[in-house]
């Protein structure tokens, strides 16, 4: 009994874990390797690209797209179920098909950033499924014309990214306080050239990626404190528009590493880091604790395998 409650504790906390995936520019809905940059169509979307980030509480990606009606919203399960999910009402003129779309802490403030105007809008869709209008508008930030916005779970923090920000620098900030007074601290350098697109951030260990593109095709980065980490081009064919992190799409919880549905000494390897780590994922019986419990829940579902 005790091994059976742990188990679905673990495919609970598992979940928050995930993969990073993106959405192409013609609406392919992929998986990328943080380590080699390679990305994997897992199905067609027919719908067209924009950025993303992965909303908890619905269980489902928003997807804003840029080549659709002003300020339009797409929702995407990872079974490949599309939907509309309306669109965002209130926003300035010309500012509504450019923009980034990123999730608070809570889980449904949508934030949103357009054009030249260096502000965050923002608004609440709890279950992204009906029109929202615009509640809050920030400052200008100073930073330029803000590029994207990602919330830091594992940090606790939201970051904004600006390729061509006042000061000549691409940059990637953490901003306080946004919609009452801002200020920012750096946090990490772009690469000086092409032009970025989405971030994203891994919540069980911090690590933040930001896609981008230039004459040669896209480009994924892992920024760092003080410079960046090229990780490899897509070979998805084209740009990828937006990246976010979701639940993980393998078969079984202990499929942590890659490849997927393959349970192998890889996947031992990243138990034992992540467990080491302290990062939340890694708890596997949901305790609080790192202890021998956790490891004899992932010795559990390892010897299981896949179906």
Not at 88 to 109: A, M
Not at 189 to 210: E, I, T
Request: glycine share 14%; net charge negative; aromatic share 10%.
């Amino acid at each position: 009994m005790r091994t059976a409650i742990a188990t679905l504790a673990c495919l609970t906390a598992h979940a928050a874990a995930g993969d990073l995936y993106g959405i192409t520019a013609s609406g392919r809905f992929v998986s990328i390797d943080t380590e080699t940059g390679q990305a994997t169509t897992l199905f067609e979307t027919a719908a067209p690209g924009g950025t993303m980030a992965y909303a908890p509480d619905a269980g489902v990606f928003a997807v804003i797209s840029n080549d659709n009606e002003p300020g339009s919203l797409i929702r995407i399960d990872l079974d490949g179920t599309v939907e509309n999910a309306g669109s965002i009402k209130g926003l300035p003129p010309g500012q509504e098909k450019t923009g980034s779309v990123g999730f608070s802490g809570s889980g449904d403030l949508l934030f949103v950033t357009f054009g030249q105007t260096g502000t965050v809008f923002e608004t609440r869709i709890a279950e992204l499924g009906l029109d929202a209008v615009v509640t809050r508008v920030s400052p200008d930030l100073g930073m330029g014309d803000n590029d994207g916005v990602v919330w830091d779970a594992f940090n606790n923090r939201t970051l904004v990214h600006d390729y061509n920000a006042n000061d000549g620098l691409p940059r990637v900030a953490e901003v306080f306080s946004i919609f009452t007074a801002p200020y920012y601290i750096g946090v990490g350098q772009l690469p000086s050239r092409g032009d970025v697109g989405d971030s994203a951030v891994d919540p069980d260990s911090g690590r933040l990626f930001v896609t981008g593109f230039d004459a040669a095709g896209g480009f994924l980065v892992e920024v760092l404190e003080t410079s960046y980490d090229e990780i490899g081009p897509f070979n998805a064919g084209e740009q990828v528009v937006g990246i976010a992190f979701g639940p993980s799409a393998s078969c079984n919880p202990a499929d942590i590493a890659l490849p997927r549905d393959v349970l192998d000494l890889a996947d031992i390897a990243a138990f034992i880091a992540g467990f080491l780590s302290g990062a939340p994922a890694y708890d596997f019986d949901g305790n609080g604790v790192y202890d021998l419990d956790d490891i004899t829940v992932f010795v559990d579902l390892f010897l299981a395998g896949c179906p």
